[in-house]
């Protein structure tokens, strides 16, 4: 115990004898010692990794990895706090890349953790953001391995613009310059576009809620089209029968291909006098309605006339009855007239040559119609055998210069019509 003391006064005894040799010694002390002052300073922060640093070790595999260097201590956060680092890169069985992370103690990591890698800054510099899950996951031994379902890779920004043309890049890049641009006034013209923009919003509410009420719609309209997809698609033969009578039909009208060319071509004839029916259609239209007027005022008397109509009909059938008896006594002499009907045809013959000679009797006998209508309006009934005066066995002749006249035209005819 007491031999190293006394070597070490010794020697510290020799170095005073020697001239300067104490001097620097001393000189050499305080070097050394600033060294190390120096050297633990700096390897504090550079956060040198020694194997007691006591954190555990977990592996996370992603896709791929860009921009990842774990000579750079790139960190592992939670919640934003860093709570490691990412030790080592490697490259899994299946090509994928493998980080190992180093996290500090007292964090639960599990199996339905997830992981992605974030840039920290412009040049791309990239850190991973954990969330280390909780039940019902289970926890993640020391050691363990997150497989790539639970870890997410962002997109790079080059990958995005490397799918753009030239002229796209070209007009992003204008576009970013004149955003620039526009954002220097924003303090003075922003306010403006913001009141601007709620004005939009609240005009476009109703479009909005139109478009959400055909989405609806077009939700329902899908669900019945698959429906109706499901029950046509669920009945084979039926489908099968109407494609079969669907390929017969479409033969049959490629076999009358000419027939329809010829239809088609007699098609514009029919247009034009459809449309001719058409104006014909229209201009009795406009005659009918002064008719369809006329008929309207009628309906109003036609009542009190059916009321009369019933009253006649009544008497009718008094008459009726009452001819009964003899219609029974005239169908002996209906019988033994019929021999005679084939006399009387052949007889037509000679009639035909005087029925030819009526059109200018009867023309000359309708002006006189007046007259004949006043004989019927003296009778009551023109079905009544009877009326109030008695029998009908009664007549009403008018004479006038007027007749006398009018019956000169007619003596030539009545002399050709009487047989010689």
């Given at each position: 115990?007491?031999?190293?003391?006394?070597?070490?006064?010794?020697?510290?005894?020799?170095?005073?004898?020697?001239?300067?040799?104490?001097?620097?010694?001393?000189?050499?002390?305080?070097?050394?010692?600033?060294?190390?002052?120096?050297?633990?300073?700096i390897?504090?922060?550079q956060?040198?990794?020694?194997?007691?640093?006591g954190?555990?070790?977990?592996?996370?595999?992603?896709?791929?990895?860009?921009?990842?260097?774990?000579?750079?201590?790139?960190?592992?956060?939670?919640?934003?706090?860093?709570?490691?680092?990412?030790?080592e890169?490697?490259?899994d069985?299946?090509?994928?890349?493998?980080l190992?992370?180093?996290?500090?103690?007292?964090?639960?990591?599990?199996?339905?953790?997830?992981?992605?890698?974030?840039?920290?800054?412009?040049?791309?510099?990239?850190?991973?953001?954990?969330?280390?899950?909780?039940?019902?996951?289970?926890?993640?031994?020391?050691?363990?391995?997150?497989?790539?379902?639970?870890?997410?890779?962002?997109v790079?920004?080059?990958e995005?613009?490397?799918?753009?043309?030239?002229?796209?890049r070209?007009?992003l890049?204008?576009?970013?310059?004149?955003?620039?641009?526009?954002?220097?006034?924003?303090?003075?013209?922003?306010?403006?576009?913001?009141?601007?923009?709620?004005?939009?919003?609240?005009?476009?509410?109703?479009?909005?809620?139109?478009?959400?009420?055909?989405?609806?719609?077009?939700?329902?309209?899908?669900t019945?089209?698959?429906?109706?997809?499901?029950?046509?698609?669920?009945?084979?033969?039926?489908?099968?029968?109407?494609?079969?009578?669907?390929?017969?039909?479409?033969?049959?009208?490629?076999?009358?291909?000419?027939d329809l060319?010829?239809?088609?071509?007699?098609?514009?004839?029919?247009?034009?006098?459809?449309?001719?029916?058409?104006?014909?259609?229209?201009?009795?239209?406009?005659?009918?309605?002064p008719?369809?007027?006329?008929?309207?005022?009628?309906?109003?008397?036609?009542?009190?006339s059916?009321?009369?109509?019933?009253?006649?009909?009544?008497?009718?059938?008094?008459?009726?009855?009452s001819?009964?008896?003899?219609?029974?006594?005239?169908?002996?002499?209906?019988?033994?007239?019929?021999?005679?009907?084939?006399?009387?045809?052949?007889?037509?013959?000679?009639?035909?040559?005087?029925?030819g000679?009526?059109?200018p009797?009867?023309?000359?006998?309708?002006?006189?119609?007046?007259?004949?209508?006043?004989?019927?309006?003296?009778?009551?009934?023109?079905?009544?055998?009877?009326?109030?005066?008695?029998?009908?066995?009664?007549?009403?002749?008018?004479?006038?210069?007027?007749?006398?006249?009018?019956l000169?035209?007619?003596?030539?005819?009545?002399?050709?019509?009487?047989?010689?």
């Open positions: 115990m007491n031999a190293h003391p006394s070597r070490i006064r010794r020697t510290w005894q020799r170095i005073s004898s020697e001239p300067q040799l104490k001097r620097n010694v001393l000189a050499l002390v305080a070097l050394v010692t600033a060294g190390l002052v120096a050297g633990g300073y390897l504090t922060m956060q040198v990794r020694v194997p007691w640093d954190k555990n070790r977990y592996s996370v595999t992603f896709e791929s990895a860009p921009a990842i260097n774990p000579a750079s201590r790139q960190e592992v956060r939670i919640a934003g706090i860093a709570v490691g680092d990412i030790r890169a490697s490259v069985d299946r090509g994928h890349a493998r190992e992370l180093a996290i500090d103690k007292g964090h639960q990591i599990y199996d339905n953790a997830r992981v992605l890698l974030r840039p920290k800054s412009p040049l791309n510099e990239m850190y991973v953001e954990l969330n280390p899950g909780g039940p019902p996951g289970k926890r993640l031994p020391e050691g363990g391995v997150l497989p790539v379902a639970n870890s997410v890779r962002p790079q920004v080059d995005a613009l490397g799918h753009l043309d030239a002229n796209t070209d007009a890049t204008t576009l970013l310059a004149e955003s620039d641009v526009a954002l220097a006034g924003a303090p003075a013209n922003l306010p403006e576009g913001l009141d601007a923009t709620d004005q939009v919003v609240r005009d476009l509410q109703p479009v909005v809620t139109a478009l959400q009420t055909r989405k609806e719609t077009l939700q329902k309209l899908v019945a089209l698959g429906q109706i997809a499901s029950a046509t698609g669920g009945d084979d033969e039926r489908l099968g029968a109407l494609a079969e009578s669907l390929q017969k039909t479409l033969a049959t009208v490629g076999q009358r291909n000419g060319d010829a239809a088609l071509a007699q098609l514009p004839d029919f247009t034009d006098q459809l449309q001719q029916a058409t104006g014909s259609v229209g201009a009795l239209s406009a005659q009918l309605d008719v369809l007027d006329k008929l309207r005022e009628a309906s109003g008397t036609l009542p009190s059916l009321e009369k109509f019933t009253g006649t009909v009544d008497k009718l059938g008094q008459t009726v009855d001819a009964r008896p003899v219609v029974d006594k005239a169908v002996p002499v209906v019988r033994d007239l019929r021999p005679f009907v084939g006399d009387l045809n052949a007889s037509l013959g000679d009639l035909h040559a005087v029925t000679q009526l059109g009797i009867t023309t000359a006998v309708l002006p006189y119609l007046n007259d004949l209508a006043a004989f019927v309006t003296n009778s009551r009934s023109i079905t009544s055998l009877r009326d109030g005066t008695g029998g009908a066995y009664r007549a009403m002749a008018q004479l006038s210069p007027e007749s006398i006249t009018g000169l035209p007619l003596l030539p005819a009545l002399q050709a019509a009487v047989p010689r």
